[in-house]
């Protein structure tokens, strides 16, 4: 970390995800523009780990810094706000590190007070089902030693092929003033265990909620259909997980039939897309 920092914050633990998308927007004003005088986002992407390939595909980018920071957010496990700072230090941008100093402390400090938040409890949607070694340590910010598992407050169920959508989601709940903790499968669990136990343990005790994002390509996934039946069979954690369905596109396939008692929260209608976000926050920051 820069050695002029001085903070009563152990920024060198806080994951980068703590940033929300004001600051992250604030880091492109400084480093997007190519200068031929001070470091911009080239220089911060190379002391990331990103090869000259994927530098030079960044470059078609509208806002190259935002995306090295999400795509080092999701395959870094060290990419930390800490490790950032001292990058923004090594390329000699102190200049960013000092406008953007409050602001930074400021977004980790709430970080680390909903950390400190008590656990929500769901003991109605308790299957018994005794924890074993199997379903500890399942997670990137799980406790290796078995103590206090990773909570999050929605499981989203989701196709690759919709990933994109799912990116977007990550920035518009976690990296806001809304600071959710999304549990998504490809960028949050650990390699090497059993999908089917795994899942059903980030949904059953990990999850309060569970977010379903449907497609024609969601229909067809064993997967999806997996956890969308799994969760709807807790009882009676079916009223209280409030499984909440997404639409983001038109669809070709009748939506599925087992969720349509469900109230569907719709981004394919522009008339209310300006609310789609806030409500669907809402809904997941509900007790």
Not at 98 to 111: A, N, S, V
Not at 177 to 182: A, F, G, Q, S, V
Request: glycine letters at 4%; a negative charge; charged letters at 30%.
């Amino acid at each position: 970390m820069s050695a002029s920092w001085k903070s009563s914050l152990d920024l060198g633990s806080i994951p980068l995800r703590a940033l929300n998308i004001n600051v992250r927007k604030r880091l492109g004003l400084f480093l997007n523009p190519r200068n031929t005088v001070a470091s911009d986002w080239m220089s911060v992407a190379e002391n990331m780990g990103f090869s000259y390939l994927e530098i030079k595909n960044y470059e078609d980018c509208q806002d190259p810094t935002r995306k090295i920071l999400e795509d080092w957010q999701s395959r870094c496990p060290g990419a930390k706000v800490g490790k950032l700072v001292s990058i923004l230090d090594n390329v000699d941008r102190k200049d960013v590190v000092e406008d953007l100093r409050d602001l930074i402390e400021e977004d980790c400090r709430r970080y680390i007070e909903r950390q400190n938040e008590p656990p929500v409890q769901v003991p109605e949607v308790d299957s018994c089902v005794p924890r074993t070694p199997e379903r500890q340590g399942i997670t990137l910010e799980d406790d290796p030693q078995g103590g206090v598992p990773e909570l999050f407050d929605a499981f989203i169920c989701y196709c690759l092929s919709d990933f994109d959508f799912v990116h977007e989601m990550i920035q518009q709940l976690e990296q806001t003033d809304h600071k959710l903790k999304l549990c998504v499968f490809d960028r949050d669990v650990l390699p090497g265990s059993c999908v089917w136990t795994i899942t059903s343990e980030l949904i059953e005790k990990r999850c309060k909620r569970m977010v379903v994002v449907i497609s024609d390509e969601y229909l067809d996934s064993d997967a999806c259909d997996f956890q969308t039946k799994f969760a709807l069979s807790l009882c009676p954690g079916a009223r209280s997980k409030r499984l909440i369905p997404v639409v983001y596109r038109s669809m070709k396939k009748p939506f599925p039939s087992i969720l349509r008692f469900l109230t569907v929260c719709d981004y394919t209608r522009p008339c209310t897309q300006s609310w789609f976000w806030v409500r669907l926050a809402r809904a997941l920051s509900l007790p």
